[in-house]
């Protein structure tokens, strides 16, 4: 029996129609999620959803203050408020990307941050912040070119040649494009881990569980 058939028998059956409010980062949208949510509306095809596109920090809120009822997201560097849940769904390691022409040689990963310019994960966000944390760690001095968020753009920045980044290798960003490389970081790799939040299950729709479900068989592929 399902988490969702049982949780029913406890609440004497569940709506089966409404809405829920679910927000994702954009590389949880195009992959996660969308295999989820075509599972999800199959079998509760009453259910409307609203996807809530934003940057961890800011879904989290989003789902402490109840405007959202659950939300897929980098897991914070700081502690959740006791009463929310959290569900580990995937952990995506970092890797260091570089234009194809910038690698040949066997340049290292070390080699390249110090000399190529650098293509920064936004530091507001989670995932920028575990670049950040790393860079330090391991005592690697880089130059900035250009900061943003979004991994698709830091991912064409690369291709067209103006210099290095460090990203997670994430499904939501399909193929590396032709003209870049992927480089592993051996022994210094790091993760983001990427969990679903959700409120209180005394606050949340009994349905919400169900979503949850999904987004989880989604994730295990």
Known sequence: MTLYARLSERSGGAAESGMLRVGAIASAQVSLLADALARFRNER???????????????????DSGELDLAVIIKPPFAL??????????AEPFVLLAPKKLARG???????????????????????RLVDRFLR??????????????????????ARG????????????????????????????????????????????????ALAECIAGAADG
């Open 45 to 63: 095809p009453g259910w409307r959803i609203r996807v809530v596109p934003g940057v961890s920090l800011g879904l989290l809120g989003q789902v």
């Open 81 to 90: 408020p006791s009463e929310l849940e959290w569900r580990t769904l995937v």
């Open 106 to 128: 066997g340049r290292s990963w070390r080699e390249l941050l110090r000399s190529e310019p650098f293509i920064r994960y936004d530091r507001a966000s989670f995932g920028g």
């Open 137 to 158: 760690r391991a005592r690697v001095g880089v130059r900035d070119a250009v900061e943003l968020d979004e991994l698709q753009a830091i991912v064409q920045l690369v």
């Open 162 to 209: 103006m210099g290095v980044a460090l990203i997670p290798d994430t499904a939501g960003l399909a193929k590396w494009p032709a003209s870049v490389v992927a480089l592993e970081l051996g022994d210094a790799t790091f993760e983001r881990e990427i969990g679903l939040v959700l409120r209180p299950r005394h606050s949340r729709p009994v349905v919400a569980d």
